[in-house]
């Protein structure tokens, strides 16, 4: 496993929002969260911008697969459509698929299901750097 990858993972907000593992192969990513006590709002589904966060991390995890060990990703732009709530207790399913990846930027599409269900699907965007 890449070392990055194992940072992401390890960090401690991700830790704390539930990260536990990601898969990240030929440049896509699946990563799972159960949506607990530290992720609703106050009207008791997944928080907007958890789940805005977390395509961000999924489409950074896949990202990684692909880039080489000096180049590095920086969010440009992010768009995410929210299409219904989850609520405590549902596993939610991030799977990120690059559409484009150039030499200085990367467009990746990433979904947010419970079971077959889609809940948001995102539009990321990533500069892609010298580290």
Do not use: W
């Not at 991700?14 to 990240?24: A, D, F, M, R, V």
């Not at 992720?39 to 966060?53: C, D, K, R, S």
């Amino acid at each position: 496993m890449d070392q990055r990858l194992e940072q992401v993972i390890a960090h401690p907000l991700h830790q704390h929002l539930g990260i536990e593992t990601i898969e990240s192969e030929s440049g896509k990513a699946r990563l799972s969260i159960v949506v607990g006590d530290n992720v609703i709002n106050p009207a008791g589904v997944f928080h907007g911008g958890v789940l805005y966060l977390l395509c961000d991390v999924c489409a950074y995890a896949g990202l990684l697969s692909q880039l080489g060990a000096h180049t590095e990703a920086v969010t440009h732009d992010i768009h995410v459509s929210v299409m219904r709530g989850a609520r405590a207790g549902e596993v939610v399913v991030f799977e990120s698929n690059p559409v484009r990846v150039g030499r200085r930027i990367a467009f990746i599409d990433v979904s947010a299901r419970v079971d077959e269900r889609l809940i948001a699907s995102a539009r990321v965007t990533k500069t892609l750097l010298d580290a």
